[in-house]
């Protein structure tokens, strides 16, 4: 299913965020796992005109300035959360093809443990916090945000998955 299909229902109570973080710091490890033993050919390889296994890496280490930004929303109170690119211009234009994949996944690290940091010294009476997401158009609480990047890095690492094995 494309991620632009997906459709999300946040019922959950706003304590899974324990369990939410844990599946965010998850996110390195497991791609680390998913390159072990691929070359530097299989990693930026492309499926057509999709994107390589490295850009795919490349994708989450883009967007989690966005999902930092969004936190800075729902401390400024503001009733919309911050767009994303839906064209994903960052990703297209950054080459990541010509990085080191360890020197990616290094940076993703760095970038996802600060998401993670701000995330567990919210305040608990805050997670419950809502603000609109601009593209589902449907309000989100901090918590909700949370689990809508951890399902955004298991649907793209589903792909490096895919990509791993037609390749590998």
Do not use: C
Request: aromatic content about 8%; glycine content about 4%; charged content about 30%.
């Amino acid at each position: 299913m494309r991620w632009f299909e997906r459709r999300f229902s946040f019922d959950f109570p706003a304590e899974m965020i324990y369990v939410i973080v844990e599946r965010l710091r998850g996110a390195a490890p497991r791609i680390e796992d998913k390159v072990k033993g691929l070359s530097r050919d299989k990693l930026i390889r492309r499926d057509g005109d999709k994107w390589s296994l490295q850009e795919e890496i490349g994708h989450l280490l883009d967007l989690d300035a966005l999902h930092i930004g969004r936190l800075d929303d729902y401390e400024a109170g503001l009733p919309t959360l911050r767009a994303a690119d839906l064209s994903n211009k960052r990703t297209h234009t950054a080459n990541h093809n010509s990085r080191d994949a360890s020197e990616l996944i290094a940076e993703f690290r760095g970038e996802r443990n600060r998401l993670i940091a701000r995330l567990e010294h919210w305040q608990p009476e805050k997670l419950s916090q809502l603000a609109v997401h601009p593209r589902l158009q449907q309000p989100m609480r901090v918590v909700d945000m949370a689990f809508f990047v951890a399902e955004h890095d298991d649907h793209h690492l589903a792909r490096m998955t895919q990509l791993a094995r037609m390749f590998g």
